[in-house]
């Protein structure tokens, strides 16, 4: 199968590394409960792969949406500046609205962001996780971001256990 026939179906994290791989790790499994498909370097590579290419091919073939973490240090990392500008170009190229998704985990200042981010819709992780979760959610549902059905869950199967 050719990337022609595959849908974008990829929520892709961008962060830094290593300061924002707790939370990043956090956000991915709890989208990854949900059903959706995630791409972040802590959950998707793990040594030897040559990650530049994997990331150009993660967002220029399979993501539907791209997630920008926003912190005091990860606008200014060379790998977080590399993958905006490689998002914001896929974005304008192949004409995808609201692909990229900016939210901001620490008290980093709303507006001045580079790139144009801050003339977007930023989602506020900083109040609270769990609220944050709830915005972003909310967004990729109304977008129409693809869902896997998970093979059975916990309750059921929790019920053959007792």
């Known amino acids: 199968m050719n990337h022609?026939?595959?849908q974008r179906n990829l929520v892709f994290i961008s962060h830094a590394t290593p300061e924002d791989n707790e939370f990043t790790l956090w956000l991915s499994t709890r989208l990854k409960l949900m059903g959706?498909?995630?791409?972040?370097?802590?959950?998707q590579l793990f040594g030897g792969e040559k990650?530049?290419?994997?990331i150009e091919d993660a967002v220029e073939s399979f993501t539907c949406k791209f997630i920008v973490v926003i912190t005091r240090s990860s606008l200014s990392k060379p790998g977080v500046k590399r993958e905006i500008e490689l998002a914001l170009s896929s974005e304008k190229t192949l004409q995808l609205e609201r692909f990229v998704i900016?939210?901001?985990?620490?008290?980093?200042?709303?507006?001045?962001?580079p790139y144009g981010l801050s003339e977007r819709n930023i989602i506020d992780f900083h109040s609270g996780w769990a609220k944050g979760l709830a915005q972003l959610t909310e967004r990729l549902s109304r977008d129409g971001v693809p869902v896997e059905e998970l093979v059975g869950n916990i309750s059921s199967g929790l019920e053959h256990i007792n």
Do not use: C, E, R
């Open 4 to 6: 022609a026939d595959m």
């Open 102 to 113: 900016p939210l901001i985990i620490d008290d980093s200042p709303y507006g001045g962001q």
């Open 51 to 54: 990650w530049w290419d994997d």
């Open 36 to 43: 959706y498909q995630v791409w972040s370097d802590v959950t």
